[in-house]
């Protein structure tokens, strides 16, 4: 079966400072890998996705990410913080039709 | 062009009574996916209908039940309701073409079971 693992938990960060969440995953073919962002009491936004061709992928707000196959990775990053941004974020497989495989997420908190 | 609807956003109900949560897809989606999302396990996978079929569930018991109606919008239902639950749930649609563009999330359902 397909997992996901976020490694961090909690990530606090200070505005302005470079950001860089982990995913790790474990899947048999090419993956379809998403980051989603989650404010509290709301439902997951689509940040990017991976699907396949080039490994870096540029997304919303700023974000990017890049694939790594060799290493199972797909880690979120973004250069400079904003308050904005602090939110759970979500890394995520697509296992088959409409499935996803979600990890626990990471928490970031913004330092002013 | 509107999100994906999920009704109601808040609802309590008693153990051992039912309910029924709505979801709206965006206009063209066909395929519709369900999760439950709680503090101890997380995003986990109900199921995924698409043009009315179910072709996906996760494993949950038969308590969770869904269907979809010729014009997208999904409904769930959870019977014998237990304290465990307790979730946000949530529905996600997409536009199933060679193209995949990922999901559309709606806001969720927050039961509370009590």
């Known amino acids: 079966a397909q997992s996901v693992t976020q490694p961090d938990i909690h990530i606090t960060v200070s505005e302005g400072a470079s950001l860089e969440l982990r995913c790790n995953y474990s899947y048999g073919a090419t993956p379809y890998l998403f980051w989603y962002v989650q404010s509290p009491g709301q439902g997951l936004q689509l940040l990017l996705k991976y699907f396949s061709g080039d490994t870096l992928v540029q997304g919303i707000k700023g974000f990017e990410a890049e694939f790594k196959r060799s290493q199972s990775s797909f880690n979120l990053r973004k250069p400079s913080v904003h308050w904005s941004d602090a939110a759970e974020y979500f890394c995520a497989v697509e296992e088959n039709a409409g499935k996803s495989t979600f990890g626990d997420g990471t928490t970031l908190t913004v330092k002013p | 062009k509107a999100g994906v609807t999920q009704t109601p956003r808040y609802l309590i109900k008693t153990r051992g009574q039912q309910v029924t949560l709505s979801c709206s897809p965006i206009?063209?989606?066909?395929?519709v996916s369900w999760y439950q999302q709680t503090p101890g396990q997380g995003l986990q996978f109900l199921f995924e209908?698409?043009?009315?079929?179910?072709?996906n569930k996760g494993n949950f018991p038969g308590r969770f039940s869904g269907r979809q109606f010729s014009n997208s919008r999904s409904e769930m239902n959870v019977s014998t309701l237990e304290l465990g639950d307790s979730a946000l749930y949530l529905c996600?649609?997409?536009?199933?073409?060679?193209?995949?563009?990922?999901?559309?999330f709606g806001s969720g359902t927050r039961l509370t079971v009590v």
């Open positions: 206009s063209g989606h066909r395929s």
């Open positions: 209908y698409f043009s009315e079929t179910q072709r």
């Open positions: 996600a649609s997409s536009l199933v073409t060679e193209d995949f563009y990922g999901y559309t």
